[in-house]
């Protein structure tokens, strides 16, 4: 079955540093990977997403993803961090059909 | 002006009664997903659909119905509410194509169940 795991639940890192979070996906075939972000009392904004082609791929406010197949990975990363980052990111995978299946969420929280 | 609309925006049921969240798209989009989000869970997949007449459950369908029907509309319906649905639920309409199913979401409805 598919699945999407984000292992950290909370990140905090302080402005101007570099961020990763790190998804793991299950699935199958090559997968359509997702990284969406919400912010607070929000819905869910697409940031980038990923199919095939090169394995790095560029999104909104310089957030970038780069996917591993041998590792199964779809990390988010981005060069320095800013306060209005804060928010909650989630990774997801579009499985079979239309079904996109979202991992639990990491919870970014940028310092002074 | 928002493409995904959903109401209530908040409500409080009592426990046993029914609920219905209500959703618009105004994408033309085919696809159609309720999730709901909790603490430690994430989103969860609930019901989805391809068009309009059609439903598909997702993973957690359990105590819920769907309903499709127009290419613009899909509701959540709880028979018999109880205090374990008491969440944050969220519509999202899919585009389906070949860059792979950009979901595009609305404000979440939250639910509280006493």
């Known amino acids: 079955a598919q699945s999407v795991t984000q292992p950290d639940a909370r990140v905090t890192v302080s402005e101007g540093a570099s961020l990763q979070l790190r998804c793991k996906y299950s699935y199958s075939a090559t997968p359509y990977l997702f990284w969406y972000v919400q912010y607070p009392r929000q819905g869910l904004q697409l940031l980038l997403k990923?199919?095939?082609?090169?394995?790095v791929v560029q999104g909104v406010n310089s957030f970038e993803a780069e996917f591993s197949k041998s590792n199964s990975s779809f990390h988010l990363q981005k060069a320095s961090v800013h306060w209005s980052d804060s928010a909650v990111y989630f990774c997801?995978?579009?499985?079979?059909?239309?079904?996109?299946?979202f991992g639990s969420g990491t919870r970014l929280l940028v310092s002074p | 002006e928002a493409a995904v609309t959903q109401s209530p925006r908040n409500k409080v049921a009592v426990t046993g009664g029914k609920v219905t969240l209500s959703c618009n798209q105004t994408?033309?989009?085919?696809?159609m997903y309720w999730y709901r989000q909790d603490t430690g869970h994430g989103l969860r997949l609930i019901h989805y659909s391809y068009g309009a007449g059609s439903t598909e459950k997702g993973d957690i369908p359990d105590g819920y119905k769907a309903s499709r029907p127009s290419q613009e509309n899909f509701s959540l319906i709880l028979e018999l509410a109880t205090p374990s649905q008491t969440s944050v639920y969220f519509c999202?309409?899919?585009?389906?194509?070949?860059?792979?199913?950009?979901?595009?979401f609305g404000e979440g409805s939250r639910l509280i169940v006493v």
């Open positions: 997801a995978l579009k499985a079979g059909g239309y079904k996109v299946v």
């Open positions: 994408n033309n989009h085919n696809n």
């Open positions: 999202a309409s899919g585009d389906g194509g070949l860059s792979g199913n950009t979901l595009y």
């Open positions: 990923y199919y095939s082609g090169d394995p």
